[in-house]
């Protein structure tokens, strides 16, 4: 499963932006999708994630009440839609995807074993 990211850019503290991730061929074992992040100077930090089953999300505490992650499955695609950007969420954006069906995910790196080339996004003044 090949993954694409898109809708990194440019944008000042306080503005938002909206990731997505696509699945580059249809299928219906889409599993779970996870969101990381790679700042400079940084270990890749998980941000959030979204199981198959039931479509249960997490979001890491940093960035709860300002991220949140959703699935269109007839577009083949998990948005992460981003609000009141700061500096500090600045890095790469990365989606992933488990190769197993999971109820609840997890936004750990290793469970993940396809994953997109990322896309890059700059909050800044």
């Known amino acids: 499963l090949r993954l694409v990211e898109s809708g990194g850019g440019l944008v000042q503290p306080g503005g938002s932006l909206r990731l997505s991730c696509t699945a580059s061929?249809?299928?219906?074992?889409?599993?779970?999708i996870g969101w990381f992040r790679q700042s400079p100077g940084k270990e890749r930090e998980g941000i959030a994630c979204?199981?198959?089953?039931?479509?249960?999300?997490f979001v890491t505490e940093s960035a709860k009440g300002r991220f949140t992650i959703s699935r269109d499955y007839a577009k083949n695609t998990v948005d992460l839609t981003m609000n009141d950007l700061k500096p500090e969420d600045t890095g790469v954006y990365s989606c992933?995807?488990?190769?197993?069906?999971?109820?609840?995910?997890?936004?750990?790196?290793?469970?993940?074993?396809?994953w997109g080339q990322g896309t890059q996004v700059n909050v800044s003044l």
């Open positions: 992933a995807s488990q190769g197993v069906h999971v109820q609840f995910c997890a936004i750990v790196p290793g469970p993940y074993e396809d």
């Open positions: 061929e249809f299928t219906s074992d889409f599993y779970s």
């Open positions: 979204i199981s198959d089953i039931g479509d249960n999300t």
